[in-house]
């Protein structure tokens, strides 16, 4: 069979020759039709990662499904993290519905070998049933076990032709000149695998992954030459060339090849290492090993950390009230850290496609679209908002508008838009990531995740007392004019958009991605420039932070007077907030752009100022943003000195905007560049500067950039601040440890003189409430980790410091470790305010909900939030209530997981390695345990296998997880041992021969086995 491939007469991009070539490359591997459209399953190895839509869809065989109503099937499997995110099918008539989410009818193995699916209960007559599953040319394959019948969802228009008897011969591909590019894929077309080989000879190889990858093209199968980051399966398709060739080198210096191709029968070879994985992780580094463990189970579907979309949930649990008021909300803040959380693995692996996964779902999700906000093109900095002032009280609220108050000139905003575009590119704060409020997107109701806020009324307004409303106001809820009455008061409410971004998240995102560079750099692996530019870009539309509220100078204490102009309004910090907004009405339109007038410390984050003025490759294009930053910097650090206690912790804030309607100062305040200084800027329910996790997240950045630059004022803060935090926390007995909780400050500090700082004597902080909160408490350890590492690297290790993180990550582990991950008891009394909180509706005003609940004056929080009556806790969280006392939960929140999992592996690349054993008894009774459960206790036979290994001994393995786990930490096959037993035989039927990790941890005790198994094949 011959078939010619030209090349178009038009000017089409190089990588659609590839595309086509390939495909047809693909298609032509004999392998790909196998007999009886069983395309060679079961599969010996799990099934590879798949993330694809497909429109065609064939029933090869007979005694299939009619499937002649399915429009789309979409599968998102990813085999690294062992995630099902979608499987999914969309209809023409809505049978068995318009959309409908088959993972909660389906089990099935995708991470074995032999990987199968089990449907039941799909509503789709003949679906029901077992397969086997397979990739073949990029295409998903379901085998029916007993059925007779294959289901091929394909990207191609015809069917595959599988019932041919014999290998197809090879096909002559024409027309050159073709780009061959390692790494290109007939997915995304990415480039950047790293392995390399040279076109010089007349007979070439095609080296793929076995889907879709070009992994390699070498003149020889013996000269095969994989750069993988484990051990895998490649397909080789052999070229035989008729034309002359030039030589050409493959990897970062490519050129055209021209001439004919032939490609006969393929071949499938297995490369493993007789040295093991270089690359991989230490094996040995206990800490290191939790990282994997913890990313693990955050990516593990049956664990419930992301939505359906794949966007990750705030908590786990549902019924919780914090900053979000319901578990399975998102915020930018996680958002930042699921990068981070990225930025380390690639770090551990040298794989960087899931931090470029990442970075896909915060452009799909929490990024606002153009179409979401539609008018920024009339955006005018010279009015940038009207006026309205903030007031204390919720029910001080709606606040008047008022057109006569001058407001200042945005100085930054046409820079951004010359060099990015209208849109601005940052994070909304908030998702609604299952519709629980039933608001959807741009009015639609129904899609997820969705744009939603919360706060919006004064100081006072805790979180038991806001009206969750929609981003996308178009008045389809609330009263006639939507939510925004409930907010402002105005003559002529339109329809409009309105998002809200936290700048700390944004600039932790930044941070990350300066890591995950330093990391790349240090690997000489190459990192995606698409990648830098998007934090770049993401940094530097973070200077709209740096200003006041309304553009209004600084220290200008009066509302009506002081429209700034030009830098005079530039604080140069980074603000409680970024707010947006424009008109729906894209007829009509009209934009606005807000900063905030009120600075917190916890906010401020001079590592991601660092990064976008010191490194090349994240420094801003734009006219002004390597110079705004510069002096960021310098401010930011300035701040950070001006708030330190005597004692050493870190105070509030300032504002420059007194009461929230620029008030005079009260005589005597304490000032910084004429801001005021205040204890508790933005909120006071609770207060912003109590919470210890502002302490921890925030000084954490500071030793962070004292390690990388010895910044003389970056130890100076945090010698003072190590030595508090190291005077506050407390061990508990042998397992356990106490951290503050809760601040109270008194005093203010002296007026900030950049010449001659004061000594702050007047400042000073009491510890009035304990607590172990893990989220925290990891935070906290990763700051004393940097703050180790930096006097190791710049002057005598503080040892103290760092033994204290060590035993805080230690005692964690062993008490707090569960199923999915850590948590501790918490008893939250502040509940009974779901039930007795008033929220504040104005008189007069009348509404409902998405949902149908009423919003009049009156209602308390669960009045307008009836669906938490169905939350599978509700009915504990009543009887607590009635019965008067606290409720009590172990919450899984995500941000909390990812932070732990980065605190370890900080300490293991720093000091895994090389500090003393901890002195907490515990650990070394558990040391104690765990070699003799190694030498004694636990067995493993027969060790080398090549099928069946029996894990066997004198304890019990009831209440045990185990895991297989290959060098790269990839959990190949895992289940938990519920029943009474003292043998458990597990197979290793499929895995290919090497070296593999036996973890075995109870899920009581958090008692933790790993033992090495050797498999072969021969």
Request: charged share 15%.
């Amino acid at each position: 069979m011959k078939k010619n491939i030209k090349r178009s007469k038009t000017n089409t991009p190089f990588w659609r020759d590839i595309l086509t070539l390939i495909v047809f490359a693909l298609s032509m591997a004999p392998n790909t039709y196998a007999q009886n459209c069983t395309f060679n399953t079961p599969l010996p190895n799990a099934l590879p990662n798949i993330n694809t839509a497909f429109q065609n869809i064939y029933v090869l065989g007979t005694g299939g499904p009619n499937l002649d109503n399915i429009t789309i099937f979409t599968i998102n499997w990813d085999l690294n993290n062992n995630g099902l995110y979608q499987f999914s099918i969309n209809t023409n008539n809505g049978t068995p519905n318009w959309y409908v989410d088959l993972r909660s009818s389906l089990t099935h193995s995708f991470n074995t070998a032999q990987p199968d699916a089990t449907f039941s209960g799909t509503g789709i007559a003949g679906l029901d049933g077992d397969y086997w599953v397979t990739i073949d040319a990029g295409n998903f394959v379901m085998v029916s076990k007993t059925g007779g019948f294959t289901l091929y969802f394909s990207a191609l228009p015809t069917a595959p032709d599988c019932g041919s008897t014999s290998n197809v011969d090879g096909g002559v591909i024409t027309g050159g000149p073709f780009n061959f590019t390692v790494g290109d894929n007939i997915d995304d077309f990415a480039t950047g695998i790293g392995l390399s080989g040279n076109i010089g000879q007349s007979s070439q190889w095609i080296i793929t992954d076995g889907i879709n990858n070009i992994l390699a093209l070498p003149t020889s199968p013996d000269l095969v030459n994989f750069d993988t980051q484990s051990p895998g399966t490649a397909l080789i398709w052999h070229l035989s060339y008729n034309g002359t060739v030039g030589g050409v080198t493959v990897g970062n210096n490519t050129s055209a090849i021209t001439g004919d191709f032939d490609l006969s029968n393929s071949i499938s070879v297995t490369k493993t290492d007789p040295n093991g994985c270089p690359n991989c992780p230490p094996i040995d580094n206990l800490y290191i090993d939790r990282f994997i463990e913890i990313r693990n189970e955050f990516y593990d579907p049956a664990n419930g950390y992301f939505s359906a979309d794949g966007s990750p949930h705030h908590s786990i649990e549902t019924l919780i009230v914090e900053a979000p008021d319901y578990g399975h909300e998102s915020t930018s803040e996680l958002y930042s850290y699921w990068l981070w959380l990225e930025a380390m693995n690639g770090r551990i692996t040298k794989n960087w496609t899931p931090l470029a996964n990442v970075w896909n779902a915060i452009e799909q999700f929490i990024i606002p679209t153009n179409a979401d906000q539609p008018t920024n093109s009339a955006y005018n900095p010279a009015n940038p908002a009207a006026y309205a002032s903030e007031f204390p009280l919720p029910n001080d609220y709606p606040a008047p508008l008022d057109f006569s108050a001058p407001v200042g000139e945005d100085p930054v905003s046409a820079d951004l838009t010359a060099t990015y575009g209208a849109d601005v590119y940052q994070m909304h704060w908030l998702l609604d990531n299952d519709n629980f409020y039933g608001y959807g997107n741009r009015g639609d109701g129904i899609s997820t995740p969705s744009y939603i806020n919360t706060f919006q009324r004064g100081e006072q307004e805790s979180v038991f007392e806001t009206i969750p409303h929609p981003s996308w106001e178009n008045f389809n809820w609330g009263g006639p004019n939507g939510f925004l009455p409930l907010f402002t008061i105005d003559q002529n409410y339109s329809r409009q958009w309105r998002y809200t971004s936290a700048p700390d998240a944004d600039a932790r995102a930044v941070q990350a991605m300066y890591w995950a560079l330093q990391y790349a750099k240090e690997q000489q692996t190459p990192i995606s420039v698409n990648l830098l530019n998007k934090a770049t870009k993401m940094g530097d539309y973070l200077r709209l932070a740096m200003f006041d509220k309304y553009f209004k100078p600084l220290g200008v204490q009066s509302a009506t007077s002081g429209a700034g102009q030009g830098y005079n309004s530039a604080h140069y910090l980074m603000s409680w907030y970024i707010s947006w907004g424009g008109a729906v009405d894209t007829t009509a339109p009209w934009a606005f752009r807000i900063s905030s007038s009120h600075c917190h410390f916890g906010y401020q984050n001079p590592m991601a100022a660092y990064a976008l003025t010191q490194v090349n490759e994240l420094k801003p294009t734009s006219q002004n943003g390597v110079t705004d930053w510069t002096e960021s910097l310098k401010r930011q650090m300035e701040f950070y000195t001006w708030l330190q206690s005597k004692e050493g912790a870190i105070a509030g804030g300032a504002t420059n905007s007194w009461n929230g309607n620029y008030s005079t100062y009260p005589a005597g305040k304490s000032t910084f560049y004429n801001m005021a200084y205040d204890d508790n800027p933005v909120y006071h329910d609770p207060g912003s500067g109590t919470w210890f996790g502002w302490q921890a997240w925030s000084m954490e950045r500071v030793a962070e950039y004292y390690y990388i630059t010895n910044d003389a004022m970056a130890k100076a803060l945090m010698d003072k601040w190590a030595t508090w935090v190291k005077s506050v926390v407390q061990l508990v007995g042998t397992d356990d440890f106490l951290i503050p909780a809760t601040l109270a400050w008194t005093g203010e500090p002296d007026t900030w003189d950049p010449v001659n700082p004061g000594a702050n004597n007047n400042l000073s902080v009491t510890v009035t409430d304990y607590g172990k909160d893990l989220g925290v408490a990891a935070s906290m350890a990763k700051a004393l980790i940097y703050y180790a590492a930096a006097t190791e690297k710049h002057a005598t290790i503080d040892a103290a410091s760092r033994d204290l993180a060590k035993e805080i990550l230690d005692r964690m582990w062993a008490k707090y470790r569960d199923t999915k991950g850590l948590s501790s008891p918490e008893t939250r009394s502040d509940f009974t305010r779901i039930f007795d909180q008033t929220v504040y509706v104005p008189n007069g005003f009348t509404g409902t909900m998405a949902n149908g609940d009423q919003i009049a004056p009156g209602v308390s929080f669960l009045d307008i939030r009836s669906k938490y009556q169905n939350d599978p806790e509700y009915n504990n969280l009543l009887a607590a209530y009635n019965s008067g006392q606290g409720y009590t939960q172990n919450y899984h929140r995500s941000w909390a997981q990812i932070e732990i999992a980065l605190a370890n592996a900080e300490y293991g690349f720093f000091f895994g390695g090389t500090t003393p054993p901890s002195t907490a008894k515990v650990h070394e009774k558990h040391q104690q345990e765990k070699q003799l459960a190694q030498e004694n206790v636990i067995k493993l036979s027969p060790n080398p296998t090549n099928d069946i290994i029996t894990l066997s001994g004198s304890i019990d393995l009831q209440n045990s997880r185990v895991k297989i786990i290959n060098l790269s930490g990839r959990v190949i096959k895992s289940f938990t041992i519920e029943n009474a037993q003292k043998e458990k035989a597990i197979s290793l039927k499929g895995l290919q021969s090497g070296v593999y990790i036996l973890n075995v941890r109870n899920t009581k005790t958090g008692a933790v086995l790993n033992k090495k198994i050797v498999k072969n094949n021969f």
